[in-house]
Structure formats: C-alpha cells, structure tokens
C-alpha cells in the first residue's frame, strides 16, 4: 500500500508591528511554496487595521489571494489582550506588556482550538519577541522554531550579554566606556553601536524583559530562522551555527511585482509614483522613520530646516504620531510652503515601490532592519538617524559596510549637519556608495538563487525538521 505523507502543518504567529509582519508574511508564502500547510495567527488589532485601510471586510482573509494562487495558508486572529480602540502607539509600555503577560494565553488556547479542529500540527513558528511561546510549544508537543527579524549580529550580542555584564559594559554602576572587543563573532563595537536597550541607564523595562527573554527562549529552540544573509554577517552566523540552530534564510522581502499580493500595510498607502516619473534618475530623498519610533518635535524640526537647507527634492512619509505628542502638524511653520513642488509629504507609502523607483537617489532612515534589506535590494544608500531598539547596531552595519554614511546622534542632530550629510548622500559620495550598494544586492540576489545560501539554508530547515518531526 503506498503510504502518503501527509504536509507538514506549522502554525506561524507574527509580533504586531509593521517591520515583523511583513518578513513573517513572506516567511508563510516561503514556506507554503515549499509544502508547508500555514495557519497564519494575526492579532485582531493588526487585522482590523489593516481591513480598514484597504476597503476589505472586516473578515476577509488577507491570505485569500495566496490561497487562489495554490498555497496553503489558512488565517485566523486572536485578542492581544487590549481592547480594539486601544492605542498601542500612544501607550506603548501597556501594549509591550500585553505582548509579554496574555498574549501567550490566547495563543495557546488558538493552537489547542487549531489541534482539535485542523490537520495535524507538529510546528509552531513565533517571532522572537513573543515570549513564552517556547514553553507554549513543548506544552502541545510541538516544535518550536524561533523567527528572528533583526541582524545576526544583534542576536549574537544579545546571546553574549552576561559578558557584557562581567566586562562591565551593561547592567553596573560606571559602566565602561571603551570599544568592546570580546564578542565572539563581533569585531570591535563601540558602546553607542549597541542596541538602545543596551545602552540606557534603566535595565529592567518591559522592553528590556522581553527581549532578554526572547534570546533565553530562542537558545532553546529547536530552530532559528532568521531574516538574515549568511554572507553580509559571516563571523558572527559562523559562530552562531556552532552554538544554536540558527538559519538564514533571507532575504524574505515584498517585491512590487510580486507572484502573490497580501496585503500588510497597517496605514492607507499615498501613491507617489506619478510624481516621482516627472523627477530626473537619482535625484530624491526618501526620508521615513518607519512604523514606530518617535522623533522629538526639536529634532523633526532641525530635520525639516537641514531638509530645506540642503535644496534637495525629497518625498517624506511623515506618520501622523511620529511626535509624541498631540501636534497637529509638527513641521516648521512654513515648511510645507517654502519647499512646495521640492517635496512630497505623505502620511505613509509603499516602501517597495518608491525604493524601486528610478528617481530615488537615497535613503535618510532609521535604520529599521526590513528597510536596510529593502534599500539594498534596490540599491538605495542610506543615511543612518537610530532612534530605537537594534537601530543603532544596524547603523554600524550599514557604515561598516560602506553602503550608507552616519548623520549624527540625536542629542547633537542639527540643521547645518543634516544639510551637509544630505548632499554628501545625494551629491559628492553617491557614486562611491551605490557601486557598493550594487554589490550587496548582486550578494542577496546569489543567496537567493537555487545554489545560494538562503535557498540551502531553507532546505537544510526543512531537511532538519522531517529528521525532527
Ligand atoms: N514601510 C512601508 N511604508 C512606509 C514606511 C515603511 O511600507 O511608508 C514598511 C517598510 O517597507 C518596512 C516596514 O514598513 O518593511 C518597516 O520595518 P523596519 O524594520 O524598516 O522598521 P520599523 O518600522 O520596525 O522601525
């Protein structure tokens, strides 16, 4: 009698912010294409917003389209614990602490809801910061595989922390100020390359907890896939593969000419397109800070003066709360009328599609790490302004790599610097930084392809985990 294997079924549970769900969406569809069944578990919140924005019902299936296109993901949401109105943005401490106390509650009770009404389930795939999914996991005698979005080298740092604390540059009392060169797998790092957790006084948030939890939980994990590219970070994923199963398998990006459309954006998207076609090649700043760092009304201000300063055209997804605070609008009186045609000012984009744009000359980000993979690909420099979180690390990256210059740190952000880094980006230095940008990319696109790391790593995974299962 022939026996047929059944697909393996994994539940994939992403972390509630824009810069995780888009790499764990392109983490279902990879998977699916590859047999995989997928049930996607999003939050009611992230559904309900990105539903309205996009005229969808509010029960639609955002995965629907994938569905049509052969692959199996099925979708379903669960409370976060928060009522629907709640502003997560606005109170995020109440919002982070949610995702560490009840959020694994209500995944548990989906995954047991799934296992007695679904195909047989043997995986479940949780983004890094959903702490307790492990435990959850092992409860339902599944595997657990770790998804982790920022570098390798964040990970690594996070993994040796208790050296940063025996060398005296965490968690002490006159913590040291010199570069910290004992890292396995990380070259000398100065401590304002650190993650911004690592570098504030205070070490025990709710920020804090749960991204040392997240590294505890991930070195216990069956695997770790992550949106990572061997070869960019060689030292510290060689010396990662010996301490953790850790796959690279990215770069899981949204192309504009995607095979198969999910939508994922959490504001409604303004289209720039036209406006840019009537733009030379190369010749605009995009600026956006991505989907949740805050900025200081004084340093969007010195942005905006250095912006205007600097005579270049600039389109600037300027998110209604990038000020925390409740200013209507938050640009120098007069900006939006000085600068006029120069600009293009819009509450939020699609990313891709702007990158991919021949008229983008260059890239002033936060250094989110989706954005950095997605510049590359386009080959796009950048200019580095860290707010929050891994940003600071990625901003290393990126300079290390001579793909991108360094604004300045926020305490000392003023218009003259961001005018003068601005036409260094765009002018003097741009041909030297895209030869190098080209390059990684043509890096990402070998990754990608049938022999390329990515792709091996992938099958390895799935080599692995029929060994597991
Ligand atoms: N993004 C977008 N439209 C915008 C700004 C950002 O679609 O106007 C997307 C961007 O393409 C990326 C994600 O939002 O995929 C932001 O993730 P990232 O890791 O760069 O930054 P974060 O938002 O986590 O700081």
Redesign the pocket.
Known sequence: MDCIQQKPHAILVCFP???HL?PAVQLAIKLASKGFTITFINTQSIHHQITSNTQKDSDEDIFSDARKSGLDIHYTTVSDGLPLEFDRSLNHDQFMAAMFHVFSAHIDEAIQRLMESGPPVSCLIADSFLVQLGRVAKKHGLLYASFWTQPATVFTIYYHLDLLRLNGHFDCIDRREDAIDYIPGVQSIEPKDLTSYLQEEQTNTICHQITFKAIHDAKKADFVLSNNIHELELQAMTDLRKKVPFYAIGPLLEFTKCRVAVAT?LWS?SDCTQWLDTKPTGSVLYI?F????HVTKNELQEIADGVKLSQVTFVW?LRPDIVSSNDSDPLPKGFREETGDRGMIIP?????QVLSHPAIGGFFT?C????IL?SIWYAVPLMCFPLIADQPTNRKLVVDWKIGINLCDKSQINKLEVSEKINILMKSGNHELKNIIKELRRTMEHALSREGSSERNMDQFINDFHQAI
Do not use: D, H
Not at 348 to 352: A, D, I, K, T
Not at 368 to 371: L, N, V
């Open positions: 912010l824009q810069g888009n954006s998207k956006s991505g989907s949740y760092a997804v939020w984009c699609f990313q891709n936060q989110g790490w989706s954005s997605e």
